[in-house]
C-alpha cells in the first residue's frame, strides 16, 4: 500500500474543511439559484441578513478560514519542493484548481458579501443578480474543490497501482532468478 504523505493530509483536510463552509450556504442559495420560481421578498432579507451576518463575523471567523486556506497551499508546497512525476502531474492540477477557487472567493464571493452587507448594489446589478453571483459563486468554487480531491485520490490509486506492478516485477524477476539458480543445479 502506497504512504500518504503528510502534505496531502494538509490538503485534503482543508479542502473537506472549505467545502463544508460552503455547504452551510446552499439553504440559502437554494432559493436563488435552483428554484424556477423568483424569490420572495422575505427569502431575500432572509438570504442577505445570512451574508450579511457572515460579512460582521467576529474576526476570528475570516482568521481561521484563511489560516485553513493557508494550510491547503502549504500543504501543496511542501508535496511540489522535490516534485516526482506524479506530483507534477496530480499536485500541479490540484493547485490550479485550488487557486481557482481562491480567485472565485476573493473576487466573486467576498466583493459580494461586502455589497450584500452595505446594500448598495447599484443599477447595472441588481439585489436579485447580486445574490445569484454569490450563491453560482459558490457551486462552482465546491465543484473545483471536489475536482482536487479527485485528483489527490486518483494520484493516490496511481501510486498504489504503480506500487503493485514493481512489486509484481520483483516477484517475476526473483521467480526468474530462483529458476536459473534451480536449474543450474539440477544440471550439475
Known amino acids: 500500500m502506497p504512504k500518504v504523505s503528510f502534505a496531502t493530509f494538509l490538503i485534503i483536510c482543508p479542502t473537506c474543511f472549505l467545502l463544508g463552509t460552503i455547504f452551510t450556504n446552499w439553504t440559502f442559495?437554494?432559493?436563488?439559484l435552483w428554484t424556477s420560481l423568483p424569490p420572495t421578498a422575505p427569502t431575500l432579507a432572509a438570504i442577505e441578513s445570512h451574508y450579511t451576518q457572515l460579512h460582521h463575523a467576529p474576526s476570528i471567523i475570516p482568521r481561521v478560514l484563511h489560516i485553513t486556506i493557508g494550510t491547503g497551499i502549504?500543504?501543496?508546497?511542501?508535496?511540489?519542493?522535490?516534485?516526482?512525476?506524479?506530483?507534477?502531474?496530480?499536485?500541479?492540477?490540484?493547485?490550479?484548481?485550488?487557486?481557482?477557487?481562491?480567485?472565485?472567493?476573493?473576487?466573486?464571493?467576498?466583493?459580494?458579501?461586502?455589497?450584500?452587507a452595505?446594500?448598495?448594489?447599484?443599477?447595472?446589478?441588481?439585489?436579485?443578480?447580486?445574490?445569484?453571483?454569490?450563491?453560482?459563486?459558490?457551486?462552482?468554487?465546491?465543484?473545483?474543490?471536489?475536482?482536487?480531491?479527485v485528483l489527490q485520490s486518483g494520484q493516490w490509486y496511481a501510486e498504489k497501482k504503480e506500487e503493485q506492478e514493481v512489486r509484481g516485477l520483483e516477484l517475476k524477476e526473483e521467480r526468474?532468478?530462483?529458476?536459473?539458480?534451480?536449474?543450474?543445479?539440477?544440471?550439475?
Open 29 to 32: 442559495d437554494h432559493a436563488t
Open 176 to 188: 526468474e532468478r530462483e529458476e536459473r539458480r534451480g536449474g543450474g543445479k539440477k544440471k550439475n
Open 74 to 116: 502549504l500543504g501543496f508546497l511542501v508535496k511540489l519542493y522535490k516534485p516526482s512525476e506524479s506530483n507534477m502531474l496530480f499536485d500541479g492540477a490540484s493547485l490550479v484548481l485550488y487557486m481557482i477557487a481562491l480567485v472565485m472567493y476573493g473576487t466573486n464571493v467576498i466583493k459580494g458579501m461586502r455589497t450584500i
Open 118 to 149: 452595505g446594500g448598495d448594489y447599484g443599477e447595472e446589478v441588481g439585489r436579485v443578480d447580486t445574490l445569484r453571483v454569490v450563491a453560482a459563486s459558490q457551486v462552482i468554487i465546491a465543484l473545483v474543490l471536489v475536482g482536487v480531491l
